[in-house]
DNA sequence: ATTATAAATTTGTGATCACAAATCAGGGGT
DNA sequence: ACCCCTGATTTGTGATCACAAATTTATAAT
């Protein structure tokens, strides 16, 4: 095989238009950058981007498969408005699958990526004394992915990460609830990571389902969400 | 709004050429028509389904989401030829994410949808009474999905879909070395049905868990697919 | 004034074309 | 005989265009 097209470098899949236009569309939903309900349009974002109409069209249909976006009957696509009971089966999926893998996890964690998450947490903390809700979020992300990742299954993860994409417009909510509190973001991080650090399974979980809870918990007794929206199937 | 563009009959989502493919090769896959590791060229498949490339990419792109085809780095797409360590992964999260479903099922089941169950179980013995597996791979795709169905959960059946799509092209294998035996292929679904009917969640999924097991042995005890094939990451 | 009809605009789908990267094949050098 | 380089072919990506369906706006009739 010829080595000229690959300057000792390791040669990791060229960066294509789509997965620009993917991955800024996708952080954006992540963080909560757009409303629930929101309808995107394909040339307004290939103007934004600077782009042709065709890798936003990928890029849509990519994260409607994902169920980051959903597309309506005419063929518009736009951020789903989950309802109360859609939350509610999002909720119970989540604590069903990624508990499962932080269980996975528990038997795996070695020394190594039990120092990385005491680093994510310290700098998780760190950046909560400030109140920048936005770099938070991001490290809160980093944390459970650090974690689910050490579950070894290949199988897992991008499902997780289909289900954080799903919650992702209410993240924003959750958040901005949240932070104006005593800044105790982190414990049941600290709960995980003592777990994990035990090889408790069980306990490991528990603390999982705490956090993800309160998550939901937040977003869900925001009565102004549901009266109006109509939810998705 | 006009009533003219519908006249009287619920108007769903209009077909695409997009979706013909999709759902062609979706077929195909999960009955296992394609063999794992298989290349598919966007041109060649064109020219079968009589249309441009385009309906074509935006199907494999699909696909290629909902884990059913990988992306190597060359962009070419094939069908994953999955390590015994993938498979094991893939087994594993099946019990834990279909176990769930029809757990949760196990609460919902009405007397219609326990009827409904019933016929589709008679329907697939009858049809292995034939030996034509191709059929009965179907049946027993509708049994199962049927109960998935009565999770009332819309955020687990894409979830399990995605499985079933990975699981397709060694599906085929299963089914061959499985038919040539006594028809006891539906004897775990009536266990199933069984243990639905009384609402007991913990013998569903134990005899759900049986049934996706013995798939996975038949597969997983055949030698000739470990040695060669480089499985996905 | 309200509602229904019709024209105009917007928006997504699919085809065709230009381009770039990857794969394959053949030839020349060691 | 083997390996590396180079050119030809293949294949996917992205842009542009034509078309059809849906939405919106304007107009007219009750």
Redesign the pocket.
């Known amino acids: 095989m010829?080595?000229?097209?690959n300057l000792g470098l390791a040669?990791i899949a060229?960066e294509?238009?789509?997965?620009r236009v993917y991955c800024a569309l996708r952080d954006q939903l992540m963080r909560g950058g757009f409303e629930p309900g929101q309808k995107?349009?394909?040339?307004e974002l290939a103007e934004a981007f600077g782009?042709?109409?065709?890798?936003v069209?990928?890029a849509l249909n990519r994260l409607t498969v994902e169920r980051a976006l959903e597309?309506?009957p005419?063929?518009?696509?736009r951020v789903p408005a989950l309802s109360k009971d859609a939350l509610q089966d999002l909720r119970e999926t989540r604590f069903a699958i990624e508990g499962l893998a932080i269980s996975r996890a528990a038997s795996n964690m070695t020394d190594e990526s039990l120092v990385m998450l005491k680093r994510l947490i310290v700098a998780q903390s760190e950046t909560d004394e400030e109140h920048v809700s936005e770099e938070s979020a991001e490290q809160n992300r980093a944390f459970h992915f650090a974690i689910y990742r050490q579950s070894g299954s290949t199988v897992l993860l991008p499902i997780i990460e289909s289900l954080w994409l799903q919650f992702g417009p209410y993240l924003r909510e959750a958040s901005e609830r949240f932070d104006g509190g005593d800044g105790r973001g982190t414990n049941f991080h600290i709960e995980m990571l003592d777990a994990l650090s035990r090889g408790d399974a069980i306990a490991a979980r528990g603390a999982l389902e705490a956090d993800i809870g309160r998550a939901f918990d937040l977003v869900m007794s925001d009565e102004s969400l549901w009266q109006r929206r109509d939810g998705v199937a």
Do not use: H, N
């Not at 294509?16 to 997965?19: A, G, L, P």
């Not at 995107?40 to 040339?43: F, G, M, T, W, Y």
């Not at 782009?51 to 890798?55: D, E, G, N, Y």
């Open positions: 010829s080595v000229r097209t040669r060229r294509t238009v789509q997965e995107l349009k394909i040339a782009t042709s109409a065709m890798p069209r990928d597309t309506l005419s063929r518009t696509v």
